[in-house]
C-alpha cells in the first residue's frame, strides 16, 4: 500500500492555499513574473513548480521557503499568511479552487461561453500554464465568471457543475 507524499497529504490544506495567496502577493509586489523568478534565480525556483505553490497545488517545505525568502530579500514571516484563525474547510471555495475543463468548454457554442473560453485562455496566458485542457479559477475571477453566466457568485460552481464543465480528475486506479 503506497503511502502518501507531504504534497498529496498538504496540496488542499487550506493553510497550503493561504500561504500560496502569500507567496504570491509577495512575487508580484517584486514586479516580477514566474518566469522571471526563474530566470533570475538561475533555476532554483521553477515556474511551474512555484505556481504550483501558489495555487496550492503543492506545499512548499521550510528550507525551500526559507530560501525563497531570502531571493525575495524578505524575512520568511513575511511569506506567511498574515490571520490564519479563520482556516478552515471552507476556505477552500472562498479561495476559488474550482477547476473548469477548458477543453469541453471550447465545444460549446453561444457567445457566453466564447467569452468565457476567452476570459478563462487570458488567464492561462497571465499564469503562463499552456497545459489548455483543465484551468483552476479563483475566488476573484469567479465573479467575472458569474457575470458572463448570469449567475450569483456563490452559484457558479453548481451552475459550471450543471453544464458539466466542473472538471472531475479520473479516479486512481
Known amino acids: 500500500m503506497a503511502h502518501p507524499t507531504d504534497d498529496e497529504l498538504l496540496k488542499d490544506s487550506p493553510f497550503t492555499l493561504l500561504v500560496g495567496e502569500r507567496l504570491r502577493r509577495i512575487r508580484q509586489q517584486k514586479r516580477m513574473s514566474l518566469s522571471e523568478v526563474e530566470a533570475s534565480s538561475d533555476s532554483e525556483f521553477k515556474a511551474s513548480v512555484l505556481g ?3 495555487r496550492g497545488e503543492r506545499a512548499i517545505s521550510v528550507p525551500r521557503l526559507e ?3 531570502r531571493f525575495y530579500g524578505v524575512s520568511v514571516e513575511q511569506l506567511l499568511p498574515r ?3 479563520n482556516v478552515d474547510s471552507s476556505t477552500t471555495m472562498s479561495t476559488g479552487k ?3 475543463d477548458v477543453a469541453k468548454l471550447s465545444t460549446m457554442p453561444g457567445p457566453q461561453f466564447e467569452m468565457l473560453e476567452r476570459f478563462l485562455r487570458m488567464i492561462q496566458v497571465q499564469r503562463q500554464d499552456f497545459n489548455g485542457k483543465v484551468i ?3 475566488a476573484h475571477d469567479t465573479r467575472a465568471i458569474a457575470v458572463m453566466l448570469d449567475v450569483a457568485v456563490d452559484a457558479v460552481g453548481e451552475k459550471l457543475g ?3 464543465l466542473v472538471f472531475i480528475p479520473p479516479a486512481a486506479t
Request: net charge neutral.
Open 52 to 54: 504550483a505553490y501558489e
Open 67 to 69: 530560501r525563497l525568502a
Open 83 to 85: 490571520d490564519t484563525n
Open 98 to 100: 474550482l477547476r473548469i
Open 136 to 138: 483552476t479559477v479563483r
Open 162 to 164: 450543471e453544464l458539466g
